[in-house]
Structure formats: C-alpha cells, structure tokens
C-alpha cells in the first residue's frame, strides 16, 4: 500500500458534481426500491421486528452502487489512488452479498466465508500493517496483525448490521462517522475526505426514506456496506499515516460498545451468535419509550458529546489510541449493562 497522504488538494468543482450524481443514484435507487420492486424485497414483520407493517429493504444496495460509482470517478480525477480505490470498492460485493440476503435469506455458512474472503484480500491489497497500529502498546507479527484486522472487518459489518433495527439510527451512525472522519481528514487526505462527504450525502438522501416511519429500510445491503466501508476507510487513513484506526474506533464506539456488551452478555447465558434476537441496549431503550427517533436522536448525542471530543483528543495525540478508545467505549458498555443490553427477560 502506497503511503500517499495527500493526492489532491481540494475539494473541486467536479467532484462537487460527481458527488451530486451520487446522490441522484441513490435517490432514484430508493425511489425504484419504493415504487417498482417492493414487493421483491419486502420485509414482513415478526417477533423481534421493531416495525408493525411490511416496509421494502435494500436500500443500502442504492447507496452501494452510488458510492462505487463515486469512487471510481475520484479515481478517474486523481483523488485517489488505485490502491485505495481497489479496497473501497471491495465493499460493493459485501452490499451485493446482503442484498441477495434481503431476497433470499441467505444462511451464515455462506455469508461468512465470502465476507472473509473480502476483507482477506483488501488487507492483501493494503500490505503489511504499520507498527504503531497498537499505539506501540504491542508488538506483533504483521501476519497475525492482518488476521486481527480480518476479523475486525467482518465483526464491523456484522454489528453494524445488528444495529441496523430501528428507524433512521443506522443512517444517522453513518452520517455521524463519515462528516467526523471528513473534519479529521480535511487537512491531511482530501481524497478520503471526498470519499466521507460524498457517503454522509448518500445518507442523507436515504435517511428521508428512512426517518420514522421508514417506508425503506437500509437492509442487509446497506448495514453490511456501511460498516465495512467505514472500515476500510479508517484502515486506509492508519496505513498512510493520516489519521489513526484508534480513532475511526471511537466515532464507532457507541455501536461497538452495545454489540459486544450483548454478544458477551448472550454467549455467556449460552445463546447462539447467530440466533435472532432482539436485546440490544437500543432495542430495549425503544421499547420502554415507544419511539424510534427518540432513540437515534439519543445516541447521536453520546456520539457528539462524549466520544468526538475523545476522538478529537486520539487525533491530536495518536500514541495514546489505544488508551482513549477503551476510556471511550468501557463507559458505554457499562452504560449497555444497566439498560438490559443482552437479556431476554426486560
């Protein structure tokens, strides 16, 4: 992996245009998912569904193909590498994998291994991970790094996918990473920076179709793309040295705090991880105040109040990374523990 910190140094007029044509694609893509194929994609409610009326789902596949088009133009203009363009667009066959999930409901056994496969062969493509990657707290074989990574991707986009429950909270997750991660970047990696606009952009066209009441949900399409993509972006930041991963960990905290809380939580009343369930901290908050916006609206606060400015803080002093996201995000479990994240019985 190239260690190109800045390629382009502006955020030009063309990519302002390209960016808009992103936003078209994912706004016709919903529209399409809405109107046209509905029906193919329908999600039916159940017992762990927090909606009561069959909504389409997808629509994550609308901001996938949107965003894949956008990086290939940023190529195409120079704002990014070929290496960074080939691990971004890795993410497209992760949406493509989810959406055949919405349709099909396809089993773990074959998501899992394509998902591994993936994220394999973008740290293939990255190469061999840099020594500060644990803030000098440990040191490691590259090889055992890049399998640590590998499965830090494929837990990412799977717990941003258990996240993906209720209406608009997803969207406003990704929408809140990628604006944080473009303030980050805008001095050091415009290119990147582009990337993150241009995805919080898309977000905003399919958060008007998701604000409560969602007449489209995100679906394993976009769940899954989101957080590989968010990723995969944080990774290529770390390896060309222009933003840590420590940080891309807190702007995700709130979410990798309430998913691993109730996994742990679960695993040890000796559930299945890949039995359904509906526990999280979110989903139990939902519930006990009967509303969705309330509860994305709540976390969208923790996100600005409590981790930015610990973000902030691992971006002005990266050797302490390790440090600050377990302070950020150990609270945040703490928190998940005494609102019920994990059981059954609330």
């Known amino acids: 992996m190239e ?12 990519v302002i245009i390209w960016m808009i044509a992103a936003m078209v694609i994912t706004w016709v893509g919903c529209v399409l998912l809405v109107t046209r194929w509905r029906q193919r994609v329908i999600d039916l409610p159940n017992a762990r569904s927090a909606h009561s009326l069959a909504t389409p789902r997808g629509g994550g596949m609308a901001i996938a193909l949107a965003m894949a088009f956008y990086t290939c133009t940023l190529y195409w203009t120079g704002a990014l590498t070929l290496a960074q363009t080939v691990v971004l667009l ?15 409901s396809l089993p773990v056994r074959y998501r899992l291994p394509v998902h591994i496969l993936i994220a394999s062969l973008s740290l293939w493509v990255l190469g061999p991970v840099p020594e500060a990657f644990f803030s000098g707290w440990l040191m490691l074989p590259a090889i055992i790094q890049g399998a640590i990574l590998v499965v830090a991707l494929v837990w990412l986009l799977n717990l941003y996918n258990f996240m993906d429950g209720i209406d608009g909270l997803a969207a406003m997750q990704c929408l ?19 990337i993150c606009l241009g995805l919080a952009a898309c977000q905003l066209c399919f958060l008007y179709w998701n604000w409560t009441p969602a007449r489209l949900f995100m679906g394993d399409a976009g769940s899954t793309f989101c957080g590989y993509f968010l990723g995969v972006i944080g990774l290529l930041s ?38 359904g369930h509906a526990t999280h901290a979110y989903q139990q908050l939902s519930r006990k105040s009967d509303s969705h916006i309330k509860v994305a609206l709540l976390v969208m606060a923790v996100n600005i109040i409590w981790l930015f400015p610990i973000a902030w803080l691992a971006v002005i002093q990266p050797e302490n990374g390790v440090f600050l996201a377990f302070s950020g995000i150990v609270p945040l479990m703490i928190l998940a523990a005494w609102l019920g994240a994990g059981r059954t019985n609330n």
């Open 176 to 194: 809140f990473v990628s604006l944080s991660g473009a303030f980050f970047l805008k001095d050091t990696m415009p290119g990147l920076m582009s």
């Open 238 to 275: 770390h390896y060309a040295m222009g933003l840590s991963v420590w940080v891309w960990v807190l702007l995700m905290g709130s979410f990798i705090a309430d998913t691993t809380f109730t996994l742990v939580r679960r695993l040890l009343a000796g559930h299945s991880i890949t039995e």
């Open 90 to 104: 890795s993410a497209l066959p992760v949406a493509v994998v989810g959406f055949l999930d919405d349709i099909s």
């Open 3 to 14: 260690k190109h910190v800045i390629v382009s140094d502006q955020l030009t007029p063309m």
